[in-house]
């Protein structure tokens, strides 16, 4: 849209009564009323446009990104993402208006096309309807985010989640955590969600004009190691490691948000993030001593139970976190030939999440899968 015919319609729309009215009612459309003898209406008698914005409007600029990898083999995790995110794919949000990632979603349930996959419980990783859910919430609090838009509410996992940067991921859970967004911008903005290619995760926040510009960075505060291990019965006797034990990590985090119309740049203020030590879970014939679950253990005690594999305590820590790690975190960088092959989930063909098993390769399977 071109910048000059933006900024008249912006400067004609002073006298009106809705000082927003631009904002909620695309120029466009307002300039071809307008050139078939429409006139431009003085008072506005309602709070719904008479000239909505359309999608290709909207998609004007890119203002917010996050991009993340998932794991498509595990099937049941996979279908409940890509529901997730193809009912928020395509969400206008108009300037003052809250999107709440709950309502968008709706409740997790396996009449509503829910799966059972693994989720973060208290004491570790559990099955749980919608597990996967987390991921296109956490992924969309990111580049809203970075978008400038106001998060009105947001958690951090109990856990740390391994496809986000620390500080940028969000759950929810029905009924009592949710993501809310408001648009505090003077346009509406459009939500993209969608894949460059299988398990390559993608979500855009587009709009008309770039309101803001963000930058991010966390810094290590506090580091806990695990001191809990979790078995499987498993008669096969697999990979021993099923899930890593994750340390504990506080984190300190700077947000800083320019308004590119006015130059002014504002720190946001944010709490601390903290994650708890997550639990190995390791894979066995037969669970020692009878005891499905131990917790006070040493790290000498934790290594001991991993000897002889190929796994060590070291790998458990996120190569990410360290106390030297002051460093912006830049926007996710994708060449134009790979961005081209973007497409959205409500594109994509009828139960694409539903791939045949067969199609999956033995070696193809991650050792270390990731929990919702």
Known sequence: MPVLLLSALLLVSQPLADPLYFSKNSPECVLDRLAQGNPLPLVVLTDFPSCPWNADDLAQVEVGRSYSHYSWWNFERTANLEIAATRID????????????????????????????????????????????????????????????????????????????????????????????RNNTDFPVIFHLGQIDRGEFLVRVMAPVRTYRVHYKYELVKE?????????????????????????????????????????????????DVYWPSPWVLRVTSLPGGKKFRSGLSQGDIGGMLKGSKYTLRMARFADVDRDNKEYIPIPGIPAKRLARFTRFSELPPKQELAAKTDVAEGTKESVPVAQ
């Open 90 to 181: 395509g969400t206008i949000l108009l300037p003052g208006e809250v999107f709440s990632y709950n309502e968008a979603v709706g409740e997790r349930t396996e009449e509503s096309g829910f799966q059972q996959a693994k989720v973060i419980g208290e004491s570790g990783y559990i099955d749980g309807v919608g597990g996967g859910i987390c991921q296109p919430a956490s992924m969309l609090y990111a580049a809203a985010l970075m978008a400038g838009l106001e998060i009105e509410e947001r958690h951090p996992h109990r856990f740390r989640v391994p496809y986000m940067p620390p500080g940028l991921d969000a759950t929810v859970d029905w009924g009592k955590k949710d993501l809310r967004i």
């Open 224 to 272: 806990t190691p695990s001191d809990a291990v979790q078995f499987e019965v498993d008669m096969e006797n697999r990979d021993l490691v099923h899930y890593y034990g994750r340390p504990g990590i506080e984190i300190a985090k700077t947000i800083w948000r320019k308004d590119l119309r006015t130059g002014e740049t504002r720190r946001v203020k944010v709490r601390n």
